[in-house]
């Protein structure tokens, strides 16, 4: 008995030992294991690329994004093109003649007045200007790195023109517009905008180990330590746990740049606009692509032989079932039929303004006058 007790003492005792012994064996190769894994998922954190076209495929709670790029020619006196219009489909002109196009104006580029519904639009002018109007009275002029935020909520009507106030040169426009989802609860909120003016627009400046310069121009969002100017008050960006953010990142060549991590389950793209190509965590990618990364973890960007220019889009999914129908974005085919019948009821206020294609004159500068009487005017 006392062997046998002796025996089985001396087993568990060469098992506990065992197992001392191979527990941190074991650990170490799982940690072996894991760094491995996070060296390769860092190595490669591309999702997915695709080639991009006029309106930029996005990742909710986005809806899409557009580019507008036009030469526009030199302005008459009517703030529309000094040259001929004739060979256009004036009035839906999204064919690129003559290195411009006429969208929905026809006589002034741009977009006359027309009806939102359920979600945001953030129009961020790179270059140009826009003259805004809208059905509650409210009207502006911004350009030349201002951004407008503007919350459509239950329903707006406003015009997006872009006047050619230069008469001695040329009128070069550039902007994109950023269509940003409002959750249900949200969607018939009180229409509101705000601008956000490109003088007061975080930017952070700085050069890389190699003294390359880089601008990382925080529209939304925070970036590291840097915030962004407060978005609209009802906007899905207005909650910092949402952690939306649009940045423009604009690259020297050969300049590098870290993109710090996001949380998991947030949705991230970059699109790669300018440039002749962009090193992401080693992988080369060639102008004009989107690409989709994962967000938990920091990224690499290094430009190549020219400038490179990366606006980057991220936020928490909404996740709500979403049905658009030309100008409105709803829930549900009912929500849907419901916006048209407002508008043609109401429409969303009217338009107090003498044409659709309002624009402002030519000596006005940079303001916004708001739908409460409050008049913000800047210089330059």
Known sequence: MENNTRRSFLTRLSMGMSAVIVAPIVGATENIKNTFKKGMEKANPI???????????????????????????????????????????????????DGFRMYHGKTIPGFPGHPHRGFETITVVRRGMVDHADSMGASGRYGNGDVQWMTAGKGVQHSEMFPLLKQDEENPLELFQIWLNLPSKQKMVQPHFKMLWGEDIPKIRKKDANGKEITIEVIAGNYKQTKALAPPPDSWAANPSHEVAVWNILLAPGASVELPAASLGINRTLYFYEGDELMVQGNNIQRYHSIKVKPELSIDLKAGAKPAQILVLQGKPIGEHVIQYGPFVMNTKEEINQAFEDYHRTQFGGWPWGRYDQVHPRSKGRFAKHADGREEVKTG
Do not use: Y
């Open 47 to 97: 999702l997915e690329v695709r080639p991009m076209g006029f309106q930029w495929e996005t990742l909710d709670p986005f809806l899409f994004c557009v580019h507008h790029e036009d030469q526009f020619p030199k302005g008459n006196a009517a703030l529309g093109p000094n040259t001929s219009l004739g060979g256009r489909s004036l009035g839906d002109d999204f064919i690129i003649k």
